[in-house]
């Protein structure tokens, strides 16, 4: 690991500007860190700034009947999409192409926040995020994240907590 990854930058000003406003908006003040690779993966973002893949936020866009959907995962997790689809009544699920990702939350796949989104979507949490007292998420690009509380998270993110996590055997 190169010095530049272990001291990131930590300035409110490095996250994606609609996502600094949407920081702004919500009063919140948050450690920003820009590193100089991508942490555009879960194992990326971890291994960056040191935590646990669990600790990790993936913010994740799904369609369900054509209607965009944003789930919020752990990185150590994967999304079981039939729970998805139970969970929201729905008769299709599919993981959103880049196209509907960005068209949706003005992010590009990687850099994905849980919120400060173009478009106000349903988000779902899956409980698995609550077990630690601080997760980190993507705040607007693949080189920046921001720590938080996972049920304030959850909460800023409008999010309603279910369980949508593959299980394991």
């Not at 009063?27 to 700034?49: M, N, S, W, Y």
């Not at 866009?61 to 995962?73: H, K, Q, R, S, T």
């Not at 959103?96 to 949706?104: H, K, Y």
């Not at 779902?124 to 720590?147: C, E, K, M, N, Q």
Request: include cysteine; charge should be negative.
């Amino acid at each position: 690991m190169s010095t530049s990854e272990t001291t990131p930058a930590t300035n409110p000003s490095d996250a994606h500007p609609r996502f600094a406003e949407a920081l702004r908006e919500l009063g919140l003040d948050v450690e920003v860190r820009r590193f100089p690779d991508a942490t555009r993966t879960a194992v990326e973002a971890a291994a960056a700034i040191g935590c646990e893949l669990s600790q990790i936020v993936k913010s994740l866009i799904f369609e369900a009947d054509g209607v965009p959907v944003l789930v919020l995962m752990d990185g150590s997790s994967r999304v079981d999409v039939e729970r998805v689809r139970a969970e929201l009544g729905a008769g299709k699920v599919k993981r959103a192409g880049a196209d509907l990702v960005r068209e949706t939350t003005g992010y590009a796949i990687g850099g994905v926040p849980p919120f400060g989104h173009r478009t106000r979507t349903r988000v779902l949490a899956d409980r698995g995020l609550l077990v630690h007292t601080t997760v980190w998420a993507a705040a607007g690009t693949p080189h920046t994240v921001f720590p938080l509380a996972p049920a304030r998270l959850v909460e800023l993110a409008g999010g309603t907590l279910v369980d949508v996590r593959e299980q394991t055997a």
